[in-house]
Nanobody
Framework: QVQLVESGGGLVQAGGSLRLSCAAS????????MGWFRQAPGKEREFVAA????????AYADSVKGRFTISRDNAKNTVYLQMNSLKPEDTAVYYC????????????????WGQGTQVTVSS
């Protein structure tokens, strides 16, 4: 079992920045690939970014490429999502997730999820 707790969400103006954190506890964090997803009201959950257990491979959704950066610190059992140049369409609840298998953008492949943190971008 892995427990995930997101933090760092909030209200920010368009063009601003936020850094989300996801702290993991339980089984060995460093053995998991980690992903960030988001869900806006009335929309399906969508992939944002993912990183392999050693950080060797990273994937981004086209909508955030060049603006968001995923990273991890295995010594701190934490994965981060640095979000720059935020847009109103980035408004959503952001979730982190853990997966033991291969790097994937598919939410159903992830085994463990956090409770989410709200990000609101005002225009």
């Amino acid at each position: 079992q892995v427990q995930l707790v997101e933090s760092g969400g909030g209200l920010v103006q368009a063009g601003g920045s936020l850094r989300l954190s996801c702290a993991a506890s339980g089984r060995t964090f460093s053995s998991y690939n980690m992903g960030w997803f988001r869900q806006a009201p009335g929309k399906e959950r969508e992939f944002v970014a993912a990183i392999t257990w050693r950080g060797a491979r990273i994937a981004y959704a086209d909508s955030v490429k060049g603006r968001f950066t995923i990273s991890r610190d295995n010594a701190k059992n934490t994965v981060y999502l640095q979000m720059n140049s935020l847009k109103p369409e980035d408004t959503a609840v952001y979730y982190c997730a853990a997966d033991e298998s291969r790097l994937t953008v598919t939410s159903s492949r992830y085994d463990y999820w956090g409770q989410g943190t709200q990000v609101t971008v005002s225009s």
